[in-house]
T-cell receptor, first 117, second 114 residues
Framework: AQKITQTQPGMFVQEKEAVTLDCTYDTSDQSYGLFWYKQPSSGEMIFLIYQGSYDEQNATEGRYSLNFQKARKSANLVISASQLGDSAMYFCAMREGVPGNTGKLIFGQGTTLQVKP | EAQVTQNPRYLITVTGKKLTVTCSQNMNHEYMSWYRQDPGLGLRQIYYSMNVEVTDKGDVPEGYKVSRKEKRNFPLILESPSPNQTSLYFC?????????????FGPGTRLTVT
């Protein structure tokens, strides 16, 4: 069965430092997408970054990068130069490929990140 | 502005009183979905729709109904709400249902059923 595992319930990082949030996944699909979302205390879900299973390059979006290691089935999020506004819950998610595609996102349990001034 | 909107944002209701949570997107997306988020259980899919008039059950569909009569709207209906449906609900949409398309989420609806 497809599964996302985030093993860090909570993390602290000093402002301006980099932090890595861990994510491992399990799937038998060859085609899948990996996503990271941010959920601040206000509750909304904000898309951060996407990595496709066939992408050879690691995805980057501004201060966010995804360290994709396909053989190890890991998709860690790296936030560089942390800011106070980065304090939030972060979710790793996977979207199914075909066949039998329901289009759903399978979410991990989330990691709460707190940035210290 | 491209967005997914949900209404209401907050709702407190009583057991058995039918309610509808509306969801609308202005991005001409074909795929729409509803999730609920509960502590310790994460986000789980309730229903999804690949296109107009095409809907199907997700992982936790019991007690919910949906319809997709127009491309932009995907309301979630609770015919007889019960306290175990107290949750944070998200509507989401993406251009298509494939694995490479990001889902855009609405702001969430916090529902309490007493």
């Amino acid at each position: 069965a497809q599964k996302i595992t985030q093993t860090q319930p909570g993390m602290f990082v000093q402002e301006k430092e980099a932090v890595t949030l861990d994510c491992t996944y399990d799937t038998s699909d060859q085609s899948y997408g990996l996503f990271w979302y941010k959920q601040p205390s206000s509750g909304e879900m904000i898309f951060l970054i996407y990595q496709g299973s066939y992408d050879e390059q690691n995805a980057t979006e501004g201060r966010y990068s995804l360290n994709f290691q396909k053989a190890r089935k890991s998709a860690n999020l790296v936030i560089s130069a942390s800011q106070l506004g980065d304090s939030a819950m972060y979710f790793c998610a996977m979207r199914e490929g075909v066949p039998g595609n329901t289009g759903k996102l399978i979410f991990g349990q989330g990691t709460t990140l707190q940035v210290k001034p | 502005e491209a967005q997914v909107t949900q209404n209401p944002r907050y709702l407190i209701t009583v057991t058995g009183k039918k309610l509808t949570v509306t969801c609308s997107q202005n991005m001409n997306h074909e795929y729409m979905s509803w999730y609920r988020q509960d502590p310790g259980l994460g986000l789980r899919q309730i229903y999804y729709s690949m296109n107009v008039e095409v809907t199907d059950k997700g992982d936790v569909p019991e007690g919910y109904k949906v319809s997709r009569k127009e491309k932009r709207n995907f309301p979630l209906i609770l015919e007889s709400p019960s306290p175990n449906q107290t949750s944070l609900y998200f509507c989401a949409s993406s251009l298509f249902g494939g694995s490479s398309y990001e889902q855009y989420f609405g702001p969430g609806t916090r529902l309490t059923v007493t």
